[in-house]
């Protein structure tokens, strides 16, 4: 599973099943997690760490969707971008990087 096909479509899977979690999150939240654990698995599988981007939607302690102003608090500094997960209080911290827009 190393073919850049494979990876290709790996990566939209795992895009897929980010933007269901969202979607999922505020009726059924344990399967929200479920499908942000799956999308980091198929990440795995395929060696591709995932991109920032795609890292930042959801917590990387307790692997929750994170949805700005819903289940997460966002603060901001000069280097760092910061999201603080209101279900475990992880914060997770990204650094801004001057190309690093979606
Ligand atoms: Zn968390």
Known sequence: MTREKDKKIGRE?????LKEAEEVWEDKPELSKRYVRLAEKIGQKIETPLPTPLKKKYCDNCKQILIDGKNCKIRISKENIVKICEECGYKNTYKIEENSRV
């Open 13 to 17: 899977r795992i895009k897929i099943l």
